[in-house]
């Protein structure tokens, strides 16, 4: 690995301990907030405090003093950073000056203070007063021939009572396009997993990792996007739980962790080993070895041996012949090619599972960003249900959120797919008739700017064009557009590509007090695992002049609705009112939601396969069918690679905290490709090189990014990886899976050529 040159040199400590430590003071002096960030950091995921704004892994609810990892205290720094985007700073740099910007220097600018309208005529942001703000969101969403020329996007970092009040909102106003963040994310699990066992979430909670017997860990990076995992997993291994880890690349904390926590570790510069069993995949191989596993269990079956749970799988399922038909069918010299791993290797997953009597399977993009993800998520499920491992202690399925309550703002209606019988309650307990028509999902979305159908934008947080596939489409998309809108507490790229006229709304944070005429107001969040947990901020908001999302909602919703059936002015002011409505249109899940959220650790959302019970339509979980052992159509180049397009561990989603990496060895620099030394050889080319990466495409459109350093990493076999959103350039608009509408950006076929670009 590394070519030598200091930005590439091999991590060799185990990840978390002191580098967490270190890295956590270092971002607080860098936004300079030591004392207020510190005292912050004391009160987040704490009764009484607020939620993280990052990642969406659960609170444990024996609450140490510090409950919070390395990048939580980064999303936190920066929020509550010292440096304000001003009118002065918007005066000084015009639009087309920003764009010049990296989104790293555009992220260190600070915190958004006031509303900001965009001045064609001079190419800058000017201010605007809120009343006016809303009066030109009024009158674009008026004007329009039909509701359905307008999108709603939605980011993970929304809480429960905003995200609820949007969803009634639009659909007053007519629609369902609410392209949301999870569409790129989890929609495979959101999708798929319901066909299996009746719900499109995980059924493990926290507590279940605490009776594990095996846990497998498919496709995820928990010590960058779920850091505080790391414990749960450090404790199993110190059970002697066998973990399972599997994934294309050898991510550091899957490897040795030191908890930051443990004095003993910290002092004595001890760590655990984490995984037992590391399966360095092929991009795509998951299948196989899923299969491959089955396969096992079925020849042990027939073998005369008890493996499979057959009195679960008699009374709680149905399809077991045509998948037991199905995996038997698949040979073994296939099932290693597709995999990518030898036999022996399955054959030991699949014994670490057998002799497993509970077993949790986590799971994360590696599994969902694939042109069959949502039918990839399936067969996680039916691995499980051979072995009756839902519905018990230490069993079950956990896909691993990665915004803080991306999870809860699907559970209160963003949803572009609604069910009928909720918008039946949406009618019942709101007077008004809502859209019944599918709206569309943000592929979907983009497609209709590109087509010129889609008039206004509307973006509740998030950085959508630079989180979105097909960069260049995507742009060329959002500037065809009349009105976009960007609510948001810091500046980014998606403010600087807008449509003709664009407002810039800047909010209270999620670590900002709430204060109203009705006194101090709460937010809620559900975690990853259902449970739905109080937010109270602890901070004064960044400047006077910002509004609370939930007041953009709400006058938003006013300005465009004059004769509202709904009393926007109400909920403001009281956010108990906005929870109320919340029981009524979902009395199964929060029914008593006032009471229940007083609880310090709040509560869990009821999730029926816990109860062995699956809201399917025929009453079962099922097992489902993926044909073969391919999960993106065959492209046939012999110089194809399958590029996976990762965040860095200085990074969430699309915000850059700095251009290291350092559990990959990578400093200073976010133009790399990690590749195979032997991928690299039989191109003729050296670590250090240039390059640039092309899209083997299937739409005549070139997708090709310049300028790449190939860094020799241990990759399998015919994998690369780079970060988003660099590299979405090369991620077609088209390319995803069909069933939930999901970018499939861990599997983009590219070609690697050479680089224009000066060395
Ligand atoms: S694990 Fe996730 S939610 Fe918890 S502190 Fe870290 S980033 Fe925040």
């Not at 985007?85 to 910007?101: D, G, I, N, P, W």
């Not at 009040?165 to 989890?186: A, K, Q, W």
């Not at 499980?384 to 519905?391: D, E, P, Q, V």
């Not at 299937?698 to 399998?716: F, H, K």
Request: hydrophobic fraction near 40%; glycine fraction near 8%.
């Amino acid at each position: 690995m590394a070519d030598g040159s200091s930005k590439y040199k091999p991590y060799r400590s185990p990840a978390g301990g002191w580098g967490a430590a270190a890295a956590t003071a270092k971002v607080l002096m860098e936004q300079s907030v030591v004392g207020k960030g510190s005292r912050a950091l004391l009160s987040m995921n704490q009764p009484g405090g607020f939620k993280c704004p990052s990642c969406a892994f659960p609170d444990a609810t024996c609450t140490r003093k510090l409950e919070f990892c390395e990048n939580g205290a980064k999303a936190l720094a920066h929020e509550a950073t010292k440096f304000r985007v001003t009118r002065e700073f918007f005066a000084k740099h015009s639009v087309s000056e920003l764009m010049e910007q990296s989104d790293y220097w555009l992220e260190m600018q600070g915190r958004l203070t006031e509303p900001m309208r965009y001045d064609a005529a001079r190419d800058h942001y000017v201010p605007v007063s809120w009343d006016d703000a809303f009066a030109l969101i009024g009158r674009h969403l008026s004007a329009l021939e039909d509701p359905d020329q307008a999108e709603f996007y939605t980011s993970g970092r929304t809480a429960n009572e905003t995200a609820f009040l949007y969803s009634i909102f639009v659909r007053e106003f007519g629609t369902n396009n609410f392209p949301d963040c999870s569409n790129m994310c989890h929609e495979p699990t959101s999708r798929g997993l319901p066909h299996s066992i009746g719900i499109g979430k995980g059924t493990v909670i926290l507590d279940d990792f605490e009776h594990a017997e095996a846990i497998f860990l498919i496709g995820h990076n928990a010590g960058t996007n779920a850091p505080r995992m790391m414990t749960p997993l450090v404790e199993a291994r110190k059970r002697g739980v066998p973990i399972v880890a599997v994934n294309p690349m050898p991510e550091r904390a899957l490897i040795r962790f030191t908890e930051p926590q443990d004095i003993v570790q910290m002092a004595t510069f001890g760590s655990t080993a984490i995984t037992s069993e590391f399966v360095h995949i092929r991009t795509g191989g998951d299948l196989a070895l899923l299969k491959g596993m089955m396969k096992v269990l079925f020849e042990r079956e027939a073998a005369g041996e008890t493996v499979l749970d057959q009195e679960f799988i008699a009374e709680h399922t149905e399809g077991f012949a045509a998948l037991k038909a199905d995996v038997e069918a698949q040979g073994w010299p296939e099932l290693v090619a597709a995999a990518g791993i030898d036999k022996a290797q399955i054959r030991r997953c699949a014994e670490i599972y057998i002799a497993s009597q509970a077993t949790i399977i986590c799971y994360g993009m590696g599994v969902t960003q694939h042109q069959q993800g949502s039918q990839l998520v399936q067969q996680i499920a039916n691995l499980l249900l051979l072995k009756g491992n839902f519905g018990k202690p230490g069993a079950g399925i956990s896909p691993i959120r990665g915004h803080s309550n991306v999870q809860g703002d699907r559970t209160v209606g963003i949803d572009e797919k609604p069910g009928q019988a909720y918008l039946d309650k949406v009618r019942d307990v709101f007077g008004f008739e809502p859209p019944r028509e599918h709206g569309h999902h943000t592929v979907e979305s983009v497609e209709a700017m590109l087509a010129g159908t889609a008039k206004v934008f509307i973006g509740l947080g998030g950085n959508f064009v630079r989180a979105v596939p097909d960069t260049d489409r995507s742009y060329a998309a959002m500037r065809k557009l009349d009105l976009t809108v960007g609510i948001a507490t810091k500046l980014n790229r998606g403010h600087l590509v807008h449509g003709k006229e664009a407002l810039i709304l800047p909010v209270v944070a999620r670590s900002e007090r709430i204060e109203t005429v009705k006194g101090e107001q709460f937010v809620t969040i559900e975690d990853s695992m259902s449970n739905v947990t109080a937010s109270r901020g602890v901070l004064d908001p960044a400047s006077d002049d910002l509004l609370t999302e939930t007041e953009i909602v709400c006058r938003m919703a006013m300005a465009t609705l004059p004769h509202s059936k709904v009393d926007w002015a109400s909920y403001i002011e009281d956010y108990d009112l906005i929870r109320d409505k919340i029981a009524a249109v979902y009395p199964a899940l929060y029914e008593g939601f006032a009471e229940r959220i007083a609880a310090p650790h709040g509560f869990h959302l009821d999730i029926p396969p816990r109860r062995r019970v699956w809201a399917t339509p025929n009453g079962k979980a099922n097992f489902l069918v993926l044909p073969g052992l391919a999960v993106n159509a065959p492209v046939n180049d012999p110089a194809m690679l399958r590029l996976a397009t990762v965040r860095s561990h200085d990074q969430f989603n699309t915000t850059i905290y700095s251009y290291n990496d350092r559990y990959r060895g990578v400093y200073g620099d976010r133009m790399i490709l990690f590749m195979n030394a032997d991928d690299i050889a039989d191109r003729g080319l050296e670590a250090g090189a240039k390059i640039a990466l092309e899209t083997i495409g299937c739409d005549g459109i070139a997708r090709r990014v310049e300028g790449l350093t190939i860094i020799d990493y241990p990759m399998s076999r015919g994998s690369v990886a780079g970060y988003y959103p660099e590299l979405n350039p090369l991620l077609p608009l088209a390319f995803y899976d069909r069933i939930s509408g999901c970018p499939a950006a861990k599997s983009i076929p590219v070609r690697v050529v050479a680089s224009d670009a000066a060395a």
